[in-house]
């Protein structure tokens, strides 16, 4: 594949911060005051990576992971150490008006909506901002009203609106122009499940009918499972995975959650041996929970039809937020 393919590229990008030096004692403290000292604190470290046009990306990873810094980089609000990114084949820190233009940004923190107005005049001081004809913004504001639910709440300010009702306003804002990368990051936090799932489908929706490319930052595992197919998942200011999500639990699945219940013991020997390869076992009445090394598994389903007359069998995976847990525990590439 050659790099005209891809949308955003990132190469051997690095970001440091000075920091004041935290002070040790009452003179250190005294000598702070008339001369500080700082140290330099690498928030992104020399990471690389490229997103094909149309993608939906995850990008994870804990607080202080340098995954928010990142996408401001991307998105022209930090300038970076060294390094070099290509957005739509310009250069974000640059700022230039034909790329801004040609991009979306939501900060989770930070509203682009106008608080003391109706949510409808934001879409459209939008509208002059992107100068956007008015067929263009008809045809925009037709999709998100019946896409987002947005009749109800037009003509209500900004800041009478409930923080799920405001987003969907937010999400309407940052696709009004039809851009062609949208930054979005932690667009779910705080929001009750009802409104995540319109989200969910919107954003969905969007990226299929747009063609748009969605780089999207979140600490929610279900976004991830809803939304992205591929995940770069960032721990102290380095990537310690990109990849599929299937192969992220391909990868890092050591075992599986095993629920047996039977009606009948057939060889007890067998059902030993069962139990032994189990971890964590729990046994009530005809009914066993454990977890199921993978590599056992063959062996195991071998003897379970010769150990039990099954009533029910479930086998299931980890939730994939207990197996980012452990990467970032970890700290494994």
């Known amino acids: 594949m050659s790099t005209t393919d891809y949308v955003i590229e990132v190469n051997n990008l690095i970001k440091k911060f000075n920091v004041p030096v935290k002070p040790k004692g009452l003179m250190d403290r005294v000598r702070q005051v008339f001369l500080r000292r700082w140290k330099s604190f690498i928030a992104v470290n020399n990471i690389s990576f490229n997103v094909e046009k149309g993608e939906f990306l995850g990008y994870l990873g804990p607080n202080g992971s340098g995954k928010t810094t990142t996408i401001k980089m991307l998105s022209g609000v930090l ?146 499972e809803e939304l992205c197919k591929r995940v770069i998942i960032m721990n102290k200011g380095k990537v310690i995975y990109d990849g599929s999500v299937s192969r992220l639990k391909k990868r890092y699945v050591k075992s599986k959650d095993i629920l047996i219940d039977y009606f009948e013991i057939k060889d007890r020997k067998s059902v030993s041996e069962i139990k032994r390869m189990l971890k964590d076992i729990e046994i009530e009445g005809t009914s066993i929970k454990g977890k199921l090394p993978k590599n056992k598994q063959k062996v195991f389903f071998e003897l379970l039809t010769k150990a039990y007359n099954i009533l029910e069998l479930n086998v299931m995976e980890p939730p994939l937020e207990n197996i980012i847990r452990e990467i970032y525990r970890s700290g494994e590439k």
């Open 79 to 224: 300038t970076p150490t060294s390094g070099q990114v290509k957005c739509l084949g310009r250069v974000p820190w640059k700022r230039e008006r034909e790329y801004l233009k040609r991009i979306g940004v939501l900060f989770g923190n930070r509203s682009n909506l106008i608080f003391d107005i109706a949510l409808e005049e934001s879409f459209l001081l939008y509208k002059d901002i992107y100068e956007l004809s008015d067929e263009f913004y008809a045809e925009r504001m037709k999709i998100f009203r019946k896409m987002l639910d947005l009749d109800k709440i037009l003509h209500i300010p900004v800041r009478k609106l409930s923080f799920g009702q405001r987003m969907r306003g937010e999400l309407g804002v940052v696709f009004l122009h039809k851009p062609e990368i949208v930054f979005l990051d932690e667009p779910t936090i705080g929001i009750d499940p009802l409104a995540k799932e319109r989200i969910h489908i919107f954003l969905r929706e969007i990226n299929k009918r747009d063609n748009v490319t969605i780089v999207l930052t979140t600490h929610n595992i279900g976004d991830i």
